[in-house]
Nanobody
Framework: QVQLVESGGGLVQPGGSLRLSCAAS????????MGWYRQAPGKQRELVAT???????NYADSVKGRFTISRDNAKNTVNLQMNSLKPEDTAVYYC?????????WGQGTQVTVSS
């Protein structure tokens, strides 16, 4: 089994910053992709950003230039630096890890952007 532990969510004012972290532990085979998704109330879960083992990144258009994803392959962690946050970024953010064996999701962490 693989466990994903997320941290770093919270309440922030518009224009502020937050950093999310996700640590994977357990019986981990080769990790291919790590990423972040989000789900706002009444909406479908959507991709925010992903990063492959070689470092290739992919971002949703809505977060390009504001969010930065990074990973530490040795520690099996993935981070999401979120700057210039907007109210529309409010959602539950989920970490996703894809390995050779399966795909795993974290429990989610709430991000609220409000004045």
């Amino acid at each position: 089994q693989v466990q994903l532990v997320e941290s770093g969510g919270g309440l922030v004012q518009p224009g502020g910053s937050l950093r999310l972290s996700c640590a994977a532990s357990g019986s981990i085979s080769t990790i291919i992709t790590m990423g972040w998704y989000r789900q706002a109330p009444g909406k479908q879960r959507e991709l925010v950003a992903t990063i492959r083992s070689g470092g290739t990144t992919n971002y949703a258009d809505s977060v390009k230039g504001r969010f930065t994803i990074s990973r530490d392959n040795a520690k099996n962690t993935v981070n999401l630096q979120m700057n210039s946050l907007k109210p529309e970024d409010t959602a539950v953010y989920y970490c996703k890890v894809t390995t050779l064996a399966s795909t795993y999701w974290g429990q989610g962490t709430q991000v609220t952007v409000s004045s």
